[in-house]
């Protein structure tokens, strides 16, 4: 169920570039409603409007501790790129996401047992530099990234939606047009691509 936490470097004030897989490299989003359904759970966790349950109880809610930048649904993997404001705020997201994920995926389709790899990954992100260069990764994870339905990409061409944060990274660049030519520069992918395989891990 619960995947146990790789937040090694554990920092106050600090970007991580979050993914995992299937078990076994399976699909875990197997249609529509899937991507949907945890689509939904960022925003019910990332959201500054609290929600309830049918009982009322609160759901988890951390929007005053975790911000999401850039993210990308696979089908049988994804990527975050979080903030977290204080120490194990992205490792208490993670596990409330992935705790939720699995117990609407193993109900729907009728199976037990875990739905992620034993842990997901959590790499610490070090300088401006590479937080472009993740953000960037992760837009163009989809080979049609300018029209694929689940990822922030859209948040940054119009209106983000309200639990997507792309004023940070929109801001290190002259305006929205550069980061976007900046997303679209193969050729500066294609130069980067091996080395960001190395540091952040292959999907």
């Known amino acids: 169920m619960a995947n146990r ?13 979050v993914y995992n897989r299937g078990i076994a490299k399976m699909d875990i989003f197997l249609d529509e409603d899937d991507y949907t359904f945890f689509e939904q759970l960022l925003a019910r966790n990332l959201s500054l409007r609290k929600t309830a349950d049918r009982f009322g109880r609160s759901h988890n809610n951390f929007a005053n501790q ?11 993997h994804f990527h975050l790129l979080l903030h977290q404001k204080e120490q194990k705020q992205v490792e208490k997201f993670m ?11 193993n109900r ?4 037990r047992g875990p739905v992620f790899e034993s ?38 061409v119009y209106e983000p939606r309200e ?10 660049f002259p305006s929205k047009k ?3 030519d900046y997303v679209d520069d193969y050729e500066d992918v294609k ?9 952040i891990g292959e999907m």
């Open 191 to 199: 130069r980067t691509n091996d080395k960001f395989k190395r540091e």
């Open 108 to 111: 729907k389709y009728k199976r």
């Open 66 to 76: 975790v911000q999401i930048h850039t993210y990308c649904l696979m089908p049988n």
């Open 178 to 180: 550069a980061y976007l």
């Open 163 to 172: 639990w997507v944060t792309t004023n940070f990274i929109l801001g290190m």
């Open 5 to 17: 936490n790789t937040v090694r470097e554990d920092d106050v004030d600090a970007f991580y570039h």
């Open 95 to 105: 596990h409330s996401l992935s705790v939720t994920y699995c117990m609407y995926f």
């Open 119 to 156: 842990r997901y990954k959590a790499v610490l992100i070090r300088n401006d530099s590479q937080l472009t260069h993740v953000s960037r990764y992760i837009h163009l994870n989809p080979i049609g990234y300018r029209v694929w339905d689940h990822s922030s990409y859209s948040d940054f």
